[in-house]
């Protein structure tokens, strides 16, 4: 074959397979905002990932992990769709076959999402036929060793531009149509009820005014976002519902309306991700509006042999708490607001879970749509499934914020400073400790509430050279931090934070 027929294949291959995909993308719209074939194929090969390959994309690709999906979906996608073109000029049918097969993995990968139904199975199937279609048509014009059967260069060319122009338009329909119901324009018109419980005012002692600390409330802006899902789910106060079912006396059903007619708490809570390294910064304190979760359990009515929630999102991802954290009056809240705001569409809008105290993957489930009253021998969710803690409080935390790690500082008063916490049971003391000196008492900011994190400094002479500093903290219950160090899988991280700081000589400032 000629060279020419090789790269007329390839574009043929590769408009094939892009007018699918378009294609696919605009019936998904019309499906469900889940139902798109490229997300749900990226979300398959997630799901199925073996630890290793899942660990090396977050060490390789760290939060950017996501986009890199879909990068390398794309760049698979490109790649097999040369291959179909190529082989189907070449041997024919067998291109359609490898463009079948991969439509059908789609099918596959749509139908297994959590919210799947059998509409699932369109949008795939609708970009196979029309990938199929595509080929078989660019590619009965790229016989061209068979003069007969072949088109010119210019009918081809045309053919190509045309489809590639149709492939573009549908996938823009797909966007527009994907945007049109936009709940960032509905989530900027809700409008927070005032709260029947407000939150204690901060005092000035607990946030401390000094650069480089943390600041005591986390701007939404700057809150960690930890979560499984690829797509960030979009789903209106107007579809948002609350099925609470299960080992429960009365099966109930919430709307937004509903939820909005109860009695809201605000309060300021502390919130940490399990995964959170020693010194980390997966954790976050904002002000939450939401309703007691209890009031809603004391609405069903909880059978007594009952110990546990399951929530699940409206993506399919579940967590599993222990009821007691729900009903031992802590302030476990089904939130709606977040600063001052409603929650922002990351961190689970229109209705998420807050609870102090736990970590969040068996406690903070975002976009929350489904309640099962059910058993811990009955039930299991996302993360222990896969191999993560079945209860986990919260692991006492402390961390050294500033100086900055490998800083060079002029001898004298340093102000060292940091953040620890250890949710629901509060911090009664940090101390800190210079290389192998002794253990000292940081002065401890002003105590907000033992649900929240709390600022520590430490006014340390430093003097010249090459010095660790470190940190431990002690809980409300009078535990200190233990030194060994763990890893966060299976129930969080422990060990003592610590950092290496340069002090000048007096001479070389
Ligand atoms: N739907 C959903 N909710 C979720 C998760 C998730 O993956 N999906 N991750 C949980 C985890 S592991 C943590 S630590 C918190 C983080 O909440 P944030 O992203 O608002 O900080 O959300 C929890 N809620
Ligand atoms: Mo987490």
Sequence with gaps: ????TYVRAAVAGVLAVAAGVAVGELVAVLVSPFASPYQAVAAFLVDHAPAFAREWAIDTFGTADKPALMVGVGAALLALAVVAGIIQVRKPPWGIA?????AAFGVVATTTRPTSDPSFVLPPLAAGIVAAGVLVLLCAGSRIQTAEAGWNRRQFLTAAVLIGAASGASALVARQLSRAGDVLAERRRVRLPVPASAAEPIPDGAQLQIEGATPFVTDNAEFYRIDTALQVPRLSTQDWR???????????????????AMSMSERVITLSCVSNEVGGDLAGNARWLGVPMRDILDRVGVRGDADMLLSTSVD?????????AITDGRDALLAIGMNGEPLPLEHGYPVRQVIPGLYGFVSACKWVTDWEITRFDRAQAYWTERGWGVRAPIKSASRIDRPAPLSTQPAGRVMVAGTAWAQHRGISAVEVRVDDGPWQRAELAEQYSIDTWRQWTFAWDAVPGQHTIYCRATDGAGRVQPEQRVAPIPDGATGWHSRVIRVADAQSQ
Excluded: I, Q
Aim: charged share 25%; proline share 3%; glycine share 8%.
């Design 1 to 4: 074959m000629r060279v020419e």
């Design 98 to 102: 490898v463009v079948v097969a991969f």
């Design 316 to 324: 399919g991802w579940t967590s599993g708490t222990p009821l007691e």
């Design 242 to 260: 609350l099925r609470v079912h299960g080992m429960v006396d009365d099966e109930l059903t919430l709307d937004w309306d509903d939820l909005l």
